[in-house]
């Protein structure tokens, strides 16, 4: 089992950053693929970047070129740092964990989640 903690969340007016944290605790995430996620309200939850066991990665065409996702495994942590942010960028953000290890986008590939932390993007 992997148990998933989010922060780093809050208010931001538009254009400034954030960056959000997952701590991860139980089993080591070395081999785990790791993503985040977000759900704004009324809308499905939708893929953000994810990063694989060995580092590859992928993200979201929406925020190509402002977010970076990171992974600590020896802190089992993983990170997503945002810049130039939106008010569409609103939502709360997941961060979750698959056993395959891949950089996946599909959320039902995902077996772990954490309870989300919200950001909120003043225009």
């Known amino acids: 089992q992997v148990q998933l903690v989010e922060s780093g969340g809050g208010l931001v007016q538009a254009g400034g950053s954030l960056r959000l944290s997952c701590a991860a605790s139980?089993?080591?995430?070395?081999?785990?693929?790791m993503g985040w996620f977000r759900q704004a309200p009324g809308k499905e939850r939708e893929f953000v970047a994810a990063?694989?066991?060995?580092?590859?990665?992928y993200y979201a065409d929406s925020v190509k070129g402002r977010f970076t996702i990171s992974r600590d495994n020896s802190k089992k942590t993983l990170d997503l740092q945002m810049n130039t942010l939106k008010p569409e960028d609103t939502a709360v953000y997941y961060c979750?964990?698959?056993?395959?290890?891949?950089?996946?986008?599909?959320?039902?590939?995902?077996?772990?989640w954490g309870q989300g932390t919200q950001v909120t993007v003043s225009s």
């Open positions: 990063i694989s066991w060995i580092d590859r990665i």
């Open positions: 139980g089993r080591p995430i070395t081999t785990f693929g």
């Open positions: 979750a964990a698959e056993n395959s290890g891949d950089f996946d986008p599909l959320t039902r590939d995902y077996e772990y």
